[in-house]
């Protein structure tokens, strides 16, 4: 499985951003997004399933949607009313079903929110 993410970039804070995220896989039940600032752990920020079922952090609740698009096997994460607390490279996550379940990770896309 590998995944592609796109769409980052630099905005003034109150703007908005959209990732997307294209998956080569299939029996994907669970994508997300995580992202990781400088001197950080990596952090959760949304994820969505096969049912289309999502869950954000409560950071980015009312700011941020996930969506999915499973004909094009492809993620989205539309940011709107960003802060500078948003800068972070975003990666995109992918939980495949098989034998067993397997966890895959993009490479990242820098999102910069300056004030």
């Known amino acids: 499985v590998q995944l592609q993410a796109s769409g980052g970039g630099t905005v003034q804070a109150g703007g908005s951003l959209r990732l997307s995220c294209v998956t080569s896989?299939?029996?994907?039940?669970?994508m997300g997004w995580y992202r990781q600032a400088p001197g950080d752990q990596r952090e959760f920020v949304a994820s969505?399933?096969?049912?289309?079922?999502?869950v954000y952090a409560d950071s980015v609740k009312g700011r941020f949607t996930i969506s999915r698009d499973k004909a094009k096997n492809t993620m989205h994460l539309q940011m709107d009313n960003l802060t500078p607390e948003d800068t972070a490279v975003y990666y995109c996550?992918?939980?495949?079903?098989?034998?067993?379940?397997?966890?895959?990770w993009g490479q990242g896309t820098q999102v910069t929110v300056s004030s």
């Open positions: 996550n992918a939980h495949q079903v098989g034998l067993q379940l397997s966890e895959y």
């Open positions: 896989g299939d029996r994907i039940i669970i």
């Open positions: 969505i399933t096969s049912y289309d079922a999502a």
